[in-house]
Every structure is written in structure tokens, then in C-alpha cells.
């Protein structure tokens, strides 16, 4: 099993659909993150999740709603998305957040319609 | 301003060729520095930390200049495997916050 793993890989959704992001890391980590890249732009950090605590939210709109029900487990349910977030989600891992050298999953590509 | 900023590429070598890529941040706090490479359509994966004495993996080798906030990477004798983006990525307070480069794209030719 890798080490990071995100599903779907691919989305397509409607605006007023609800669905979720799934990642899961058999690395033994304890922080994991969202991430999103858009085209042509950097990598936002989205949210910090240190030993199941959320640590961090970089200023997300409430239609992203992350779920961290365990160490190796990390969601990210999506609500009323806006054409705008299409994007490819990246979910990370790290031992946690001071030994913080991140190993990313494949990510999910996101297409909203 | 730009948080991190790199050079803009894309940066086009011969194979064996020397190619040193910088960037640089704003947060003179930023605690931990690391690069990362992207293939086309792949998740970034981890090439190197970067630590205050410099350290080298290799052909690898990255620099981190704190009073300047300056990091560099180097890549000695390229390899066509090396074409890729290289992203300059700046962690500030302890964990709380990663802050990613635009990323320089290498294209190594035969």
C-alpha cells in the first residue's frame, strides 16, 4: 500500500451537490493537511490536522468542511461548490507538525459544473 | 508581496549541465525551508530539506542564506529524469502554516 492515498481520483460535481474527499496515510503520521492547486497558482494550504486537532484554517470558505475522525484518515466534505474550486485537492502527511517534512498523496482532481 | 517567490523559469539545459534555481521569502520568522519537485500532473514529492548549514544529497545541494531570506538548490550534471517543477516551500510558525512557491520548471534536453 502507498503511502498517501486520495479517492476518487477524479470528481465532476454540480453546484448544488454534496460530496466528500477521502485520504488516508499508512505512514504512522499524526498531522495531515488539505491542500488545493489551481492553475497557474501556488499551492494553498487549506487546513492542519495535528494528532485529530484542527489546527489550522487558512481563511476556507464554510462550503469546505474537513472531517479528521483518526490519525490516518482525513476528509473533506464539499457543499454548494462554485465553478471557482475546480482544482486538484492534495491531501499531506507529516510524523507531525515539528517534524514536518510532508508526503503527499496523488490528489483528486475536482471539476465543478 | 508575494510570500515566496522563485525564479520564473522555465529553464531549458543540456544534459551534465549545472542549473541553480533560487527563491526567496517575506516572513523573516519562517521557521522550516525545504524543496520539492512536481512532475506534470503528479503530487510534489519531497527532494530536500534545507537546512541553516547548507546540506547536499548527491548532485543536490541547497543553501539557506536567513539574514538575506534567500534559499537556493543547485543541481550538478543533470539527468533528463531531473525535468520537472522545482517548488521553494517556507513553513512559518511552527507547523501552522506552509507557504508554497509558483515553482521554476526545469526541462533537462539530450
Known amino acids: 500500500e502507498t503511502g498517501v492515498t486520495q479517492t476518487p481520483r477524479h470528481l465532476v460535481m454540480g453546484m448544488t451537490n454534496k460530496k466528500s474527499l477521502k485520504c488516508e496515510q499508512h505512514?504512522?503520521?499524526?498531522?495531515m493537511y488539505w491542500y488545493k492547486q489551481s492553475a497557474k497558482k501556488p499551492l494553498e494550504l487549506m487546513f492542519v490536522y495535528n494528532f485529530k486537532e484542527q489546527t489550522e484554517n487558512n481563511s476556507v470558505p464554510s462550503r469546505f468542511s474537513p472531517e479528521c475522525p483518526n490519525s490516518s484518515h482525513l476528509f473533506l466534505h464539499l457543499h454548494t461548490l462554485q465553478p471557482e474550486d475546480s482544482a486538484l485537492y492534495l491531501c499531506?502527511?507529516?510524523?507531525?507538525?515539528?517534524?514536518?517534512?510532508?508526503?503527499f498523496g496523488p490528489g483528486t482532481r475536482l471539476t465543478v459544473l | 508581496r508575494k510570500e515566496v517567490e522563485q525564479d520564473p523559469g522555465p529553464f531549458n539545459v543540456p544534459e551534465g549541465a549545472t542549473v541553480a534555481f533560487n527563491c526567496t521569502y517575506s516572513n523573516s520568522a519562517s521557521q522550516s525551508f525545504f524543496w520539492y519537485r512536481q512532475d506534470c500532473r503528479k503530487e510534489p514529492k519531497l527532494l530536500m530539506s534545507?537546512?541553516?548549514s547548507g546540506n547536499e544529497d548527491g548532485r543536490f545541494t541547497a543553501q539557506l542564506n536567513r539574514a538575506s531570506q534567500y534559499i537556493s538548490l543547485l543541481i550538478r550534471d543533470s539527468k533528463l529524469s531531473d525535468s520537472a517543477t522545482y517548488l521553494c516551500?517556507?513553513?512559518?510558525?511552527?507547523?501552522?502554516?506552509?507557504?508554497f512557491g509558483p515553482g521554476t520548471r526545469l526541462s533537462v534536453l539530450p
Open positions: 499531506a502527511s507529516s510524523q507531525d507538525q515539528q517534524n514536518n517534512e510532508q508526503f
Open positions: 516551500v517556507v513553513e512559518e510558525g511552527y507547523g501552522q502554516n506552509f507557504v
Open positions: 534545507v537546512y541553516s
Open positions: 505512514l504512522g503520521h499524526n498531522a
